[in-house]
Every structure is written in structure tokens, then in C-alpha cells.
């Protein structure tokens, strides 16, 4: 039941752009982003909530498509400081709280 | 504001022994939650607690346990160590239950088991 997240890691350059991907097997109420950063804790990015509503963010966008249960967070335009291991969490009402499997981005000079 | 705290920030402990663990949320919220975060497995959900009564609870034994306080500090007890429970330990707030908000995270409590 845990969300899948891709790609599991990706490297990319100062400047360039990137998507990450969750998807879950189950309807989704809400769709969270987190980024952790190596021997810190998990940083709140943004959430999607049905209907389209989001809350997050300025320079980092994300989509959210309920029928297919998914969602993508887009990096564009990578700093040095994006680095790190990215978390889709989902919330269905009245049940637990599922973070996905993660992503570590690594974004070089 | 003061973000989340929690104490101890690492334990040793060994095979059998019991611990408890403590989470300060920030000021004015009302919902913690906990989470297990190891190599292997990621990021598990333990429990959620919510004006002091838990809302939901991860797929973890009964020797996870937890409660929340008037003031919504949270404790987290786990009883009967195993080797298997060394992990990174992170309590979350929000202001409220379910899906609307985000979460705060504390630094976590680094438990190691042998």
C-alpha cells in the first residue's frame, strides 16, 4: 500500500529540470511533498488536495490526477540546495498515513 | 515559533529493555504523529494523535504504544526491544487531523538496539 515513487534516484546538473512521480494503488484524498535532506528531518513542500486545491511552494510545482491516483512534483530549474531524498505521502480518510518509497536527487555544479 | 523538539535526541538500549521517547509539538497544534524511518523500509507510519485520543495507527505490534497530553505533547513507548526496532524515530505536527495540513517534523530520536 505504499505509494511508488520514480525514478528511485536521479543526478542532474545546476539549471536543469526534473519530474518526480507517485503513484498509489489505492483512491487518494490528499497528496503530500517532502524533501529530506541527509541526517535532517523531512521538509513539508506542498500538498494536493482533491478538487485541485494546492498549498506549497513558490518555486516548485506539482499535479495531482485523482482518477489515475497520481501525482508529480516538477523541479525546474535545479539549485545546488534541491538535493536530497524526495517523499510523496498520501492521506485517505480515516486511515493511516503512507510516505512513498522516495527519491534521492542529486543536483551537481 | 519553536518547531518540534524531541528528547532524547539518541539512546542506546539493549535486547529486552524498554524505551520512551518524548515529542513537543509547535505551539497551538494539536495532532502528532509518529514514524519508524529506517534504510530498508523508509518511512512507516506508527500512530497519529489527535486531542488526545489516537486517530489512526501504522501496521506495528502492540509493543509500539503512545499517548498525547493535555497540552499535546506526545510520548512514544516501545517495550520488549528487539535488534529490529534500531531506527530513526520522527514525531510530526500539524495543526489538525487528516489531510489538509502539512506536517512539522522533529529532528528525530536515533535509537539504536544490541
Known amino acids: 500500500q505504499q505509494p511508488v515513487q520514480s525514478p528511485q534516484a536521479v543526478i542532474l546538473r545546476e539549471g536543469e529540470d526534473a519530474v518526480i512521480n507517485c503513484s498509489s494503488s489505492?483512491?487518494?484524498?490528499?497528496v503530500h511533498w517532502y524533501r529530506q535532506k541527509h541526517g535532517e528531518a523531512p521538509v513539508f513542500l506542498m500538498i494536493?488536495?482533491?478538487?485541485?486545491e494546492q498549498k506549497g511552494h513558490d518555486k516548485i510545482s506539482a499535479s495531482f490526477n485523482e482518477k489515475k491516483q497520481q501525482s508529480s512534483l516538477y523541479l525546474t530549474a535545479s539549485q545546488l540546495s534541491y538535493s536530497g531524498t524526495y517523499f510523496c505521502?498520501?492521506?485517505?480518510?480515516?486511515?493511516?498515513?503512507?510516505f512513498g518509497t522516495g527519491t534521492s536527487l542529486t543536483v551537481i555544479p | 515559533k519553536a518547531g518540534v523538539t524531541q528528547t532524547p535526541r539518541y539512546l542506546i538500549k539493549t535486547r529486552g529493555q524498554q524505551v520512551t521517547l518524548s515529542c513537543s509539538p509547535i505551539?497551538?497544534?494539536?495532532?502528532v504523529s509518529w514514524y519508524q524511518q529506517t534504510p530498508g523500509q523508509g518511512l512507516q507510519f506508527l500512530f497519529e494523535?489527535?486531542?488526545?485520543?489516537?486517530?489512526n495507527k501504522g501496521n506495528f505490534p502492540g509493543r509500539f504504544s503512545g499517548r498525547q497530553f493535555s497540552n499535546s505533547r506526545s510520548e512514544m513507548n516501545v517495550s520488549t526491544l528487539e535488534l529490529g526496532d534500531s531506527a530513526l524515530y520522527l514525531c510530526?505536527?500539524?495543526?489538525?487531523?487528516?489531510?489538509?495540513?502539512?506536517?512539522?517534523f522533529g529532528p528525530g530520536t536515533r535509537l539504536t538496539v544490541l
Open positions: 510530526a505536527s500539524s495543526i489538525t487531523s487528516g489531510g489538509y495540513n502539512e506536517q512539522f
Open positions: 489505492k483512491a487518494l484524498y490528499s
Open positions: 494536493l488536495l482533491k478538487g485541485g
Open positions: 505521502g498520501t492521506d485517505r480518510t480515516g486511515n493511516q498515513f503512507y
Open positions: 505551539s497551538g497544534h494539536r495532532s
Open positions: 494523535y489527535f486531542s488526545e485520543t489516537q486517530r
